[in-house]
């Protein structure tokens, strides 16, 4: 969003034609919408500036509820900023841990300052992007307790508030088209920045659930958290932040709520052994915290071979931290043993699920010739080290 496209929504005009505006309908006749629009004597910046914006809203909506309804976004603050239900989350350890103020740098669109504003803390979002930074003053206007400041994170005093949380920039300025950045050292602020606080004061900060794990401090609790089983980022937390005792946990959000598994430190797997009648597959938060073996031995499951994020039992425990299967058929990983077999059942559509085995499943599924109106799922993986097929169904 340019500042000028910015300055048209923010306008007294801009903002009440956009609330006049239909909820978003992505099979609307755009073109009829812009010149109804342009023929009540809207400019095209102002039309081009409320349809994004309608647009995003519409987008926000999974993220934010009904707040959407009322916030403005951008491209790439819309997609880098916590879910709402997340942002509660990270604000509750703060409040918790009874800590009254905190500072919010590199604020983004507000997503966790919004959070913690809803808890009564005192917050001082800071913003380094002039637009983002606008936007964020848009959308925590209805909070007294939010101050936004336009700065680069590095130069704020923090003097006085009691803990700070950050999201590091990870992709290259702009607020759309944006790529992402491999280096911590080129994050916006810097890893180095952000630890260096966690070691002065109460420090949250937000990071990507695939950051090299060993740049992680030792003492730092690192909690992965997932939604509705896509792994959505990792929070490393220190001092009054973090909790005693946890060094790693994996926080999974569903349909049944949140559950949680932690531990001191990475968990010993379990020994490998013959495949069950059930075979499970653990949650990318519990094996990107490598918890795996903490979750076999709470469900009396084995490894199916070492390294592999596959666990077997003879006995179906419903957990929220692994998605269960019925074992129906072993067999060979052979592409002509597949393709007889899988005709032999008439299945047509099939699911496949891979893991310590270099496999293309879509140029799989086309060797396979698929016929039949029946669906299957097919998990490609090692079995105590051997190349294995597993013809398997959910649980």
Known sequence: METSELLDVLSAD????????DPYDSKADVVRTVSELRAAGHSPGMV??????????????????????????????LEQATRL????????????????????LGCGIGADALALAALDLLVTAVERDEVTAAIAAYNLAPWDNVTVVHADAVDVPLDDVD??????????????NTSRLRDPADFSPSLEFAFGLGERMPTGIKLGPGVDRDLIPAGAEAQWISVDREVVELGVWFGAAARRGIGRAALVIGDHGTAELTGPADSEDVETGAIGQFVYEPD????????????????????LSTGIAYLTADKLVTTPFARAFTVIEVLPFDERTLRRELAARGIGTLEIKKRGVDVDP???????ALKGRASGTLIV???????????????
């Open 163 to 176: 803990a700070v949380f950050l999201d590091p920039a990870r992709r290259t300025a702009g607020h759309q």
């Open 14 to 21: 801009g903002l009440r034609l956009l609330d006049s505006l």
């Open 48 to 77: 081009a500036a409320v349809l994004n914006q309608s647009k995003l809203r519409a987008k926000a909506g999974p993220k934010f509820g009904a707040f959407a309804e009322r916030m403005l976004f951008t491209e790439a603050g």
């Open 284 to 303: 990318g938060a519990v094996i990107r915290a490598r918890l795996i073996g903490d979750l076999a031995r709470q469900i009396g499951a084995r490894m």
């Open 381 to 395: 993986t090692r079995v105590a080290g051997r190349h294995c097929a597993l013809l398997v169904e959910r649980a």
């Open 85 to 104: 239900s997340v942002a509660a989350l990270h604000a509750g350890r703060f409040r918790d841990a009874g800590l009254a103020s905190v500072a919010d």
């Open 362 to 368: 879509a140029q799989l599924r086309k060797k396979l």
